[in-house]
């Protein structure tokens, strides 16, 4: 069993930074593939980016290229997205999660955050 908790959401202007952290607790987390999914409201939560330690392997969904950046921190057990260049569209609820494999879905994710909220002001 693994324990995901995010912080760091909160009111920003667009062109803005943001910085998400995921705290994990509960096995070793270079076990696992951390990804990050965002839920505006009325929409689906979809995937945002993802960091696997075997290979040092990031991915990303194309709205974000070259503005977010997720990386880790084994030794603190956690998992940063870093957020720049912001836009109103980014608004949502973002939450963390944890997979054993290399997947894109909500669904294949069993461990998840409670979320943190990021609204971007236009």
């Known amino acids: 069993q693994v324990q995901l908790v995010e912080s760091g959401g909160g009111l920003v202007q667009a062109g803005g930074s943001l910085r998400l952290s995921c705290s994990i607790s509960?096995?070793?987390?270079?076990?696992?593939?951390i990804g990050w999914f965002r839920q505006a409201p009325g929409r689906e939560r979809h995937f945002v980016a993802a960091?696997?330690?075997?290979?040092?392997?990031?991915y990303y969904e194309d709205s974000v290229k070259g503005r977010f950046t997720i990386s880790r921190d084994n030794t603190r057990s956690t998992v940063y997205l870093q957020m720049n260049s912001l836009k109103p569209e980014d608004t949502a609820v973002y939450y963390c999660?944890?997979?054993?494999?290399?997947?894109?879905?909500?669904?294949?994710?069993?461990?998840w955050g409670q979320g943190t909220q990021v609204t971007v002001s236009s």
């Open positions: 960091d696997r330690w075997i290979g040092d392997r990031t």
């Open positions: 999660a944890a997979s054993e494999r290399l997947r894109f879905g909500r669904t294949d994710y069993p461990y």
């Open positions: 509960g096995r070793t987390i270079n076990r696992y593939v």
